[in-house]
């Protein structure tokens, strides 16, 4: 028998279309996945990678799509601090140094002899930064030799102390280490508050080998340290010399080389092009005594000065490395090599006998002729200096001041009789 629906009131129809209205409101809607969307996502992504370069770039893309909960596992490559990579320069030499507290460490000015009766050779002087060369007496040169953190077994010979080798001392802010002097020397340094180390046997020794005579007196970088630690000089506050960078240096060199091959190659057309001449040899007269005027030979592969006296004898110096410490003598440990400056510079002065009628008088202040040779070449200019507390400068001739080169300075003071040859 055949069952039928029984008909439905109009009421009840009503009411049930009602309700299947009010289930299809409250039923949430699912979404359908929008596959072009992310397909753009994960290119916008990839582009964002390669702009923040390479494997860190990409990294981050990828970790930005994971969620919050995965990110924080990930652990993104370190970007280096910016002054990790800053690089410290000395202020007495230019050179790059690893640490800043370096350039503040205590500064040493020893004056050292150069005369033929015992002083040469001299020890440790190829590590000083900054070497003064002057007439002491009788035509006789001597040395203020400046150094900072010194580690030599053996410096010296040690000698006494003039008023002109006082005033390029000062504006290093050193230790004056000396064997007695020259009264008004001496009187300035007592009066002028000046940290001072006069002969002394704690800081001091004297050697034994009888060749030297009275030129015997030595110290080393551990005494020297061991001074100022005990009198509580625990840093130097220096006035330097404008430096170029070594980068900078280098640069210079090789431009002057390339100027020097032009120069060649255009000199039939008459080139009216500046070049910087190129100088191998440097002969500077102190007067007329030949074993105290030095000779200067550029040495390109070094781009260095091979210092010799006239004769044509290398001027050599002890190198004492510093597991010789304790030894008196050079002569029984150290090896001889030749001093070779990176930076010769000859000041023309006036020079005139003291009230003695012996030691010199030599003017510190004021201005005059400078010779800077550096790089194989040579600029004529002027030095300058105001006060004895101001450092020394060198101008060109069109008074821009001279950069020097990084590393040893030796600055001869010639009297306006001597001679600057190149």
């Known amino acids: 028998m055949e069952q039928t629906t029984p008909p439905i009131e109009p009421q009840e129809k009503a009411d049930l279309?009602?309700?299947e209205q009010e289930t299809k409101t409250v039923e949430p809607t699912q979404p359908k996945p929008e596959k072009t969307k992310k397909s753009k996502s994960w290119i916008a992504f990839l582009v964002l990678g390669i702009i923040f370069a390479g494997a860190g770039g990409a990294l981050l893309a990828i970790t930005l799509l994971k969620p919050v909960e995965e990110r924080a596992a990930i652990e993104f490559p370190k970007i280096p601090s910016?002054?990790?990579?800053?690089?410290i320069y000395s202020t007495l030499t230019g050179k790059e140094i690893a640490d800043k507290k370096d350039d503040k460490a205590p500064i040493y000015c020893v004056q050292t002899p150069n005369g033929t009766d015992g002083a040469r050779p001299q020890a440790g002087l190829h590590d000083a930064g900054v070497i003064f060369e002057a007439i002491a007496e009788a035509g006789i040169t001597r040395f203020a030799a400046i150094y900072q953190n010194p580690t030599s077994a053996v410096i010296g010979p040690i000698r006494s102390l003039r008023l002109y080798y006082l005033e390029w001392d000062t504006p290093f802010d050193c230790t004056i280490v000396h064997a007695g002097g020259a009264y008004d020397a001496l009187t300035a340094v007592k009066n002028g508050g000046y940290k001072d180390l006069?002969?002394?046997y704690t800081y001091m020794y004297r050697g034994t080998v009888g060749t030297r005579r009275w030129n015997n007196l030595f110290t080393n970088g551990e005494y020297l340290q061991k001074f100022t630690s005990d009198h509580g000089f625990a840093e130097s506050n220096p006035q330097g010399f404008t430096h170029k960078t070594p980068e900078e240096a280098e640069k210079t060199r090789v431009d002057n080389l390339v100027e020097e091959k032009l120069s060649i190659i255009t000199a039939t057309t008459k080139s009216t092009k500046n070049i910087v001449p190129q100088v191998s040899t440097i002969r500077l007269g102190f007067g007329n005594l030949p074993n105290y005027n030095p000779v200067y030979n550029y040495?390109?592969?070094?781009?260095?000065y091979d210092r010799s006296f006239a004769s044509g004898v290398s001027h050599e110096v002890y190198d004492c490395p510093h597991e010789n410490l304790g030894e008196k003598n050079p002569e029984s440990v150290c090896e001889l090599k030749q001093l070779s400056p990176s930076v010769v510079i000859a000041i023309m002065v006036s020079e005139r006998k003291a009230s003695d009628n012996y030691h010199e008088d030599i003017t510190t202040t004021?201005?005059?002729?400078?010779?800077?040779?550096?790089?194989?070449?040579?600029?004529?200019?002027?030095w300058s200096k105001n006060t004895r507390a101001d450092q020394i400068k060198f101008y060109d001739e069109s008074n821009n001041e001279i950069a020097l080169n990084p590393g040893q300075v030796i600055i001869s003071a010639i009297p306006n009789y001597g001679w600057v040859e190149y």
């Open 17 to 19: 279309e009602q309700k």
């Open 198 to 200: 006069t002969e002394n």
């Open 299 to 304: 040495n390109a592969n070094t781009n260095t």
């Open 366 to 382: 004021g201005s005059g002729t400078a010779y800077v040779f550096q790089n194989g070449t040579a600029v004529r200019g002027t």
């Open 82 to 87: 910016k002054t990790s990579t800053e690089k």
